[in-house]
C-alpha cells in the first residue's frame, strides 16, 4: 500500500536529514570522487582549405609553342597578336610585324618600332626609316620592289613600341625572340642585316655596335652582318662612312 506523505510532512523529514549531514541526495551508481573526469574537447572549427596555387607561366615557352604552330606569314603574325604576356602590349596603338617583300634575298632585323612606327604599323618609317630606304637604294636595294633581287623585307624585334621609346627589357626580348626565330625561318633569307645593338643582343647575345659592325657573323643559321641603326647615324653623321663600307661588303655577298 502506497504511502503519501504532505507537503509539511516531507518538508520536515528533508530539514531532519540535512540536520543529520545528507547533503546529497543518493544516486543509483556509486559514484567515484577521485576519479579525473574527462574533458571533452571541442571541436575544432575547419580551416577553409587553401586554394592550390597557379601554375608558374613560362612566357618563353608559351612563345615557342605559338611560334612553332605557324606555318605562314599570316599565321605568324596572329599568333604574336594572341600572345598576352608581353607588358608593351597593352601600352602599344599597333602591332608592328613586317613590311616589304618576304622573297627577299636580305633580310632586316630592327630593334622596336619608335612613335610613327606604332602610329602606321610598319617598321622603319619615320626619319630613321627613310635614311634606311637611301642606304639601301645606294647597293640597288628597295622594299617596295618587286624582283628577288631587288627588294628588301623588314622586321623588329619587337613588334610594340616600348613606352618613351625605352630600350627593350632583358625579359621582353626573349619572349619574343621565339617570334623572331620562326620568322626567320618562314622567309628564309640569304642575308640578315642586325640594325643596331638590340638586335645583336637579342640574336648574337652580344652588345656593342661599334666592334661588333662590319664583322661577318651567323644568326639562325644565315650569314649576318651587323649594321648601325640609321637612328644613330642621324645622331652621329660621321659614322656614315663606316657604314658605306658595310653597304658595299653586303653587296659583294649579292653579286658573288
Not at 645606294?138 to 620592289?145: G, K, T, V
Request: glycine share 6%; with cysteine; aromatic share 6%.
Amino acid at each position: 500500500m502506497e504511502s503519501a506523505l504532505d507537503y509539511h510532512t516531507a518538508h520536515a523529514l528533508l530539514e531532519w536529514q540535512v540536520e543529520l549531514g545528507a547533503t546529497e541526495a543518493l544516486l543509483d551508481a556509486p559514484v567515484n570522487r577521485y576519479e579525473i573526469p574527462e574533458t571533452r574537447e571541442k571541436p575544432k572549427s575547419a580551416e577553409p582549405a587553401a586554394a592550390p596555387a597557379a601554375p608558374k607561366v613560362n612566357p618563353v615557352e608559351i612563345a615557342k609553342q605559338l611560334a612553332s604552330k605557324a606555318s605562314t606569314l599570316a599565321e605568324l603574325e596572329q599568333a604574336i597578336a594572341g600572345f598576352e604576356h608581353c607588358a608593351l602590349k597593352r601600352g602599344a596603338r599597333s602591332l608592328v610585324f613586317s613590311d616589304g617583300n618576304p622573297a627577299a634575298r636580305v633580310m632586316i632585323i630592327g630593334e622596336a618600332p619608335g612613335r610613327d612606327e606604332d602610329r602606321l604599323g610598319k617598321p622603319f618609317v619615320g626619319r630613321a626609316g627613310q635614311l634606311l630606304d637611301k642606304m639601301f637604294e645606294a647597293i640597288e636595294l628597295d622594299r617596295s620592289a618587286q624582283a628577288r633581287e631587288e627588294t628588301l623585307y623588314i622586321t623588329n624585334v619587337m613588334p610594340w613600341r616600348p613606352p618613351q621609346n625605352r630600350d627593350p627589357q632583358a625579359d621582353e626580348i626573349e619572349m619574343m625572340l621565339p617570334f623572331v626565330e620562326r620568322h626567320v625561318a618562314l622567309v628564309d633569307p640569304d642575308f640578315i642585316v642586325l640594325m643596331g645593338n638590340i638586335s645583336c643582343q637579342a640574336v648574337l647575345g652580344k652588345r656593342g655596335i661599334t666592334r661588333l659592325r662590319g664583322e661577318w657573323t651567323e644568326a639562325f643559321g644565315k650569314p649576318a652582318l651587323p649594321m648601325f641603326h640609321p637612328a644613330f647615324l642621324l645622331r652621329s653623321p660621321q659614322m656614315k662612312r663606316e657604314t658605306w663600307t658595310d653597304l658595299l661588303s653586303l653587296k659583294a655577298r649579292l653579286v658573288g
